[in-house]
């Protein structure tokens, strides 16, 4: 927007003159109010959108004003003869500085400020220009620049009226590249005549450190990407599985860790498939959480409640998501079909099995507590699940009262049941994590076996 002034110049003053005293008698104080609602809506954008940055404003000073305009007058080799040739010039009379930590938000700053305002010109630095209809940059100065004012609905919503509408220069540059280009600037531009060469030397190596530091930045910009990248693959596979668990243990070395087995990946693949973890990403903070600073503590205790040398991280893992860390392992029927919730009782019951036996071995571990507790009910309800029966149940022949009863009585037997080793599989298969009904009659049967020559 045009800086709106008197056109009509005293013979007796000269227009720089004019210009100044209006821009301290009238102006400031509408470039002030611009200014500040500028600024807080640059720090407002780029919060909204997670942008780490440091802002700063200042107004022209009229000392620095007054200089300035006289310079350019000695450079043009007339006087100003209006004050719209100010205007046109000047840009530059409240300006906001924008600090990206990240060299290569810049852009992406630039580009939410001109959504944000009302943008009259965009100015990236260094400018190119066409020698020998090649594209060659001016080294140095990096930033850019927007020549805003703000809009309608800015100047509404703070309550201020067109005349605040003032225009305000933003600078986007890096916090590697700022501290060079101010001292660039006071060093080079400000005073007159030619600066001494040691100090343009020194402007020189301090460039090349800034850029180093930004190719630095750019660097590690990309291996973030990357790791990002690799970080949101899927666990295709128990390999995949495998290599994350081994790699976070390697990166994440312990005491406590060495001398433990890792336990069976293929295990926790199936585990994490069925909780709907399903990056490599999701995993590292499954073990986050895991093998937090309380872990060591928390295996100790825990392997005392597990047969000896049986606590494998693995098992160690899905305790503290499911037990430990105050997970109930237990389940809300989504269902008033009362068929529905027998039939997954059952496959829960049957599943609870496979996991005893692929995670602790021998069985003999496990299958004790059945032996100490040979009561009728029990027995009648492993020979349920065992027999032909119970597989027309699950193409969908409905159950008797009798076999109800059975199977709420096992039920009931699991859910009292106070062992670590059957609380966290049967936790296991009640959250959904079901095996094949066929390895789980092979299960059974191997127990069944196992009781009757114990009677």
């Given amino acids: 927007m045009a800086h709106k002034t008197t056109s009509t110049v005293p013979e007796t003053e000269s227009v720089v003159s004019v210009f100044v005293q209006q821009y301290v008698t009238e102006d400031i104080v509408h470039y002030q109010k611009a200014l500040s609602a500028v600024m807080e809506i640059c720090g407002q954008v780029l919060s909204d959108h997670g942008i780490s940055h440091a802002i700063g404003s200042r107004l022209k000073k009229p000392a620095s004003l007054e200089n300035k305009l006289a310079d350019r007058e000695r450079k043009r080799g007339f006087p100003y003869q209006a004050m719209e040739e100010i205007n046109n010039e000047i840009v530059d009379l409240a300006g906001v500085r924008i600090l990206v930590h990240i060299p290569s938000n810049r852009t992406k700053v630039s580009e939410l400020l001109r959504d944000a305002f009302v943008v009259k010109k965009m100015v990236n630095h260094p400018k190119q220009d066409e020698v020998n209809g090649a594209q060659q940059e001016h080294q140095g100065y990096v930033a850019t620049h927007l020549h805003v004012s703000l809009k309608e609905e800015g100047l509404r919503d703070r309550g ?8 305000v220069e933003i600078q986007v540059i890096s916090t590697e590249l ?21 100090q343009v030397q020194h402007l020189e190596t301090m ?14 910009e990309e291996q973030q990407t990357q790791r990002a990248a690799k970080e949101n693959r899927y666990l295709r596979s128990v390999d995949d599985v495998g290599w994350v668990l081994h790699k976070w243990l390697e990166e994440h070395d312990r005491a406590w860790f ?3 087995e890792a336990g069976s990946c293929t295990s926790l693949f199936m585990f994490l498939k069925s909780h709907n973890i399903n990056t490599r990403g999701e995993l590292r903070q499954v073990l986050e959480a895991s093998f937090g600073c309380d872990s060591e503590v928390v295996y100790l205790r825990l392997a005392s409640e597990y047969p000896a040398g049986s606590l494998t991280l693995v098992v160690f893992i899905m305790d503290r998501l499911l037990l430990t860390n105050g997970g109930s392992g237990g389940v809300d029927f989504l269902t008033s079909d009362d068929h529905q919730v027998h039939i997954y009782k059952m496959h829960a019951m049957m599943s609870t099995f496979v ?3 692929r995670l602790f071995a021998p069985a003999i571990t496990w299958q004790q507590i059945f032996a100490d507790q040979n009561q009728e009910s029990l027995r009648e309800g492993l020979f349920f699940l065992n027999s032909v029966r119970q597989g027309f149940f ?35 298969s009640k959250n959904g994590t079901f095996k094949d009904r066929k390895e789980a009659r092979k299960v059974i049967q191997l127990l069944i076996a196992g009781l009757s020559h114990r009677n």
């Avoid at 201020?160 to 225009?167: G, M, R, V």
């Fill in 160 to 167: 201020l009226q067109p005349s605040h509408a003032k225009p």
């Fill in 178 to 198: 700022c501290g060079w280009a101010n001292l660039e600037h006071d060093i080079i531009y400000k005073p007159k005549g030619k600066p001494p060469l040691a």
């Fill in 207 to 220: 460039r090349m450190i800034a850029n180093l530091n930004e190719n630095m930045h750019r660097q590690i």
């Fill in 258 to 260: 060495h001398g433990r």
């Fill in 355 to 357: 996991w005893l036996d």
């Fill in 394 to 428: 699950f193409d969908g022949s409905l159950l008797g009262q009798n076999d109800i009863a059975i199977t709420d009585r096992l039920w009931d037997w699991f859910e009292r049941q106070g062992d670590r080793q059957i609380r966290l599989t049967f936790s296991i």
